[in-house]
């Protein structure tokens, strides 16, 4: 039954380009969000229902429930909301404030439909036991979220949908790379041995060190394109300031944890196979470098929703960081906090963008005068996604922090801390100036109902900082035991 | 014959390198692409002859007939002749491809195929090949030289695969061949979206989008 998390999103996706009734395509995609969470949740909080699920190369372990669960959350909660961006796009005069130029924006069928199968993408990369889908899935992703960044035809996207494009299907290509060094390393089990997790975690199943070694490489380097890893980062900012708004927030907190997945699904392997020290140390340099290169970009930020797409970078680190040190729970915990926060900010940012019609950090000020709602969620989700308390994020980055102190090396807490203070001071300082102070513009308008989605999102990760349900730590930890347990 | 296809290779590989008109890349992207598919034939046989020619004739056809015949007709709509300006002139590109093809060795002989092979020389051409396409990527600066990079990138993992790894399910294969199709068809399309907005393709003038000093290009 598992498969409808893919097959039924990819149908009303392909349904959605040829619908023509507005009304019946956005009703189609927020009934099939709907459906997709409530199912994906069911499937992850009482898992007895599909834990045995297996079809040909299709199945969903522990690790795919969860993640499933938590991108299919935001993409409820990102659906609402681009259904009422779409209501409100059609009504408004197009165009952009900072170039004075007119531009038209694509067809909404097609938006609606890339959505839908960009969902279907992500849970077809969940749901894949064998490598070769796994990347398939990950190609698709990058295909469909081509058009959802070109939404605005106008130059600035064409050009962040150009370097996304190029950038991420080279990492694709090497990530590909990989997977056949995976093959080689396979071919001492006889010819032919599929690529599969089942028949690669096998009983008895040696793979050759060398070439797997060589091929974490590449698929480290070639998802984590894909993922934001610094340095190959360069795409992200861009794709997710030009994006609109519910496309940065289904990019930077559903698309990023997939590609994570993609690369855990090959670290699954190399644990089994012994080399999870040399997987470790890879993702420590990559997870230290990410959030030295957000925080650098951070402060000296000026357009929030670039800030938003750093804070990304910031927090992949995070979850590299995490595995490094030992700590599978963490970074999972992090994972779903991550996603359920960005989600957030860039809904608010969308808000924010709409009202003060710039991206830019100096036109902004005063929201709170002007939109109290926006102003509220947005300080709020600055403030949880640098780990204030009660927030959640908070809880897992305490966990981190403390796997980090009990590894043994004191510089890696040190800096860890050091980078989240200067992100946290940098963060917290524009959220300030932004929300706070005398407002750069008269009026605005005063929609509660496109910030819902923000503040259930934000209530989410509240939730999971304060209370952990008993079912969801299982779930949690049931996909850390997967990833070597808790160090 | 199989190591003379391979040389070839390396020969294409070069010459993409020297080129710098557009419609001459495109061609010896399509004789490539017409090497490395018929290279399954000159494999030990270890598969049955009637799959061994489909997957033969489907990579003829999309490598050295499709993706060339689409590149060309993009090459048209969007009307460049020739890369005007690349980072890396020609002779230093060649240089880069012999130093690719070094590279290739190098890393060849540290990875040792752990099974038996018909060509020693497979891994490191593929690898050199795949250099290739990277470097022409980072050193062009024309869209559409950059999606031609991008093909012979894939021409040399596909390369790869199916010379060493042509037992593995066919499913794989197909969705390889299928995903390079899509992906160079949405960047074609791309190709056609910049001509059109910014009446040129010179991916080096695309940088509205940084985080210094935006300002001062933008006007351009």
Same mark, same amino acid.
Request: a neutral charge; one cysteine or more.
């Given at each position: 039954m598992a498969i409808l998390l893919f097959l039924a999103p990819f149908a009303a996706g392909l349904a959605a380009f040829v619908i023509k009734s507005d009304r019946f395509r956005r009703r189609l995609l927020f009934s099939v969000a709907c459906a997709h969470a409530v199912f994906s949740l069911y499937l992850c909080l009482f898992p007895s229902g599909g834990e045995d699920?297996?079809? #040909?190369?299709?199945?969903?372990?522990? #690790?795919?429930?969860? =993640?499933? $669960?938590? =991108?299919?959350?935001?993409?409820?909660?990102?659906?609402?909301?681009?259904?009422?961006?779409?209501? *409100?796009?059609?009504?408004? %005069?197009? *165009? &952009? &404030?900072? *170039?004075?130029?007119?531009?038209?924006?694509? %067809? *909404? $069928?097609?938006?609606?439909?890339?959505?839908?199968?960009?969902?279907?993408? !992500?849970? #077809?990369? $969940? #749901?894949?036991?064998? =490598?070769?889908?796994?990347?398939?899935? !990950?190609e698709a992703?990058?295909?469909?979220?081509? %058009?959802?960044?070109? =939404?605005?035809?106008?130059?600035?996207?064409?050009?962040?949908?150009? &370097?996304?494009?190029?950038?991420?299907?080279?990492?694709?290509?090497?990530?590909l790379f990989g997977n056949l060094f995976l093959a080689v390393s396979a071919s001492g089990q006889g010819p032919g041995t599929e690529i599969s997790i089942d028949r690669l975690l096998g009983p008895g199943v040696r793979l050759d060190p060398l070439w797997l070694k060589a091929g974490f490489i590449f698929v480290l380097v070639g998802y984590g394109t894909k993922m934001g890893l610094a340095p190959m980062h360069t795409w992200l900012p861009d794709a997710h300031s030009e994006a609109p708004s519910v496309a940065s927030a289904l990019l930077s907190g559903a698309l990023l944890n997939c590609a994570f997945l993609a690369i855990l699904r090959f670290y699954q392997l190399c644990l089994a196979n012994g080399l999870g020290p040399f997987c470790r140390e890879l993702f420590l340099i990559f997870g230290i470098l990410s959030m030295a290169v957000a925080a650098v970009f951070i402060i000296g930020q000026s357009d929030y929703k670039r800030l938003l797409a750093y804070s990304s970078v910031e927090h992949m680190g995070i979850l590299c960081f995490a595995v490094a040190v030992g700590t599978a729970y963490g970074s999972m915990l992090q994972a779903a906090n991550h996603s359920f926060l960005k989600g957030a900010l860039f809904i608010c940012a969308g808000n924010i963008l709409a009202g003060f019609r710039s991206k830019k950090i100096a036109d902004v000020r005063g929201i709170a005068h002007i939109m109290p709602w926006a102003g509220v969620l947005w300080f709020a989700g600055i403030l949880a996604i640098c780990g204030m308390p009660p927030f959640g994020a908070f809880l897992s980055e305490w966990i981190i922090l403390k796997a980090a102190f009990s590894f043994g090396n004191l510089w890696l807490p040190a800096v860890y801390l050091f980078l989240l203070g200067v992100i946290f001071i940098g963060m917290t300082g524009t959220g300030i100036r932004m929300t706070f102070g005398v407002p750069s513009i008269p009026g605005g308008k005063k929609s509660f109902l496109s910030l819902l989605p923000a503040l259930l999102l934000l209530l989410l990760s509240l939730f999971l900082g304060i209370y952990m349900p008993a079912a969801l730590d299982v779930a949690v930890s049931g996909a850390a035991a997967l990833l070597g347990g808790q160090g | 014959m199989l190591d003379g296809i391979l040389m070839l290779l390396?020969?294409?590989?070069?010459?993409?390198?020297?080129?710098?008109? @557009?419609?001459a890349s495109i061609r010896v992207v399509a004789y490539q692409g017409a090497a490395i598919g018929v290279v399954p034939l000159f494999l030990p046989g270890k598969i049955p002859g009637g799959i061994l020619v489909t997957i033969v004739l489907v990579t003829l056809l999309i490598k050295a007939g499709i993706l060339p015949w689409f590149l060309r007709y993009a090459q048209k709509r969007v009307n460049v002749r020739r890369e005007e300006k690349p980072f890396v002139g020609a002779s230093a590109s060649i240089l880069s491809g012999v130093a690719a093809l070094g590279t290739a060795f190098f890393i060849s002989s540290r990875l040792p195929i752990p099974f038996a092979v018909a060509s020693p020389f497979i891994v490191p051409v593929a690898l050199s090949v795949s250099l290739t396409g990277f470097f022409i990527? @980072?050193?062009?600066?024309?869209?559409?030289?950059?999606? @031609?990079?991008?093909? @012979?990138?894939?021409? /040399?993992?596909?390369?790869?695969?199916?010379?060493?790894?042509?037992?593995?399910?066919?499913?794989?294969?197909?969705?390889?061949?299928?995903?390079?199709?899509? /992906?160079?068809?949405?960047?074609g399309i791309t190709v056609f979206h910049i001509s059109r907005e910014f009446e040129h393709t010179d991916t080096s003038r695309l940088s509205g989008l940084a985080d210094w000093l935006p300002e001062v290009k933008r006007s351009e």
């Open positions: 699920y297996r079809w #040909l190369w299709f199945g969903l372990d522990a #690790l795919g429930r969860y =993640f499933t $669960a938590v =991108f299919s959350l935001l993409f409820l909660c990102a659906s609402f909301y681009a259904v009422i961006y779409l209501k *409100e796009e059609k009504s408004r %005069p197009r *165009e &952009k &404030k900072e *170039e004075g130029l007119l531009f038209n924006n694509a %067809p *909404e $069928a097609a938006f609606t439909g890339c959505l839908l199968v960009f969902l279907a993408s !992500m849970s #077809l990369l $969940a #749901l894949s036991r064998h =490598f070769g889908l796994i990347w398939i899935a !990950m992703t990058t295909l469909v979220s081509a %058009p959802l960044i070109y =939404f605005h035809r106008q130059r600035s996207s064409l050009e962040a949908t150009w &370097k996304y494009l190029l950038i991420c299907s080279v990492g694709i290509a090497l990530a | 390396v020969l294409f590989n070069l010459f993409s390198l020297g080129s710098t008109r @557009i419609s990527i @980072i050193s062009r600066a024309e869209a559409l030289s950059q999606v @031609i990079g991008y093909l @012979i990138l894939e021409n /040399g993992i596909y390369l790869f695969g199916i010379a060493l790894l042509l037992e593995q399910p066919l499913l794989v294969e197909l969705g390889m061949l299928l995903d390079v199709f899509v /992906g160079i068809f949405v960047m």
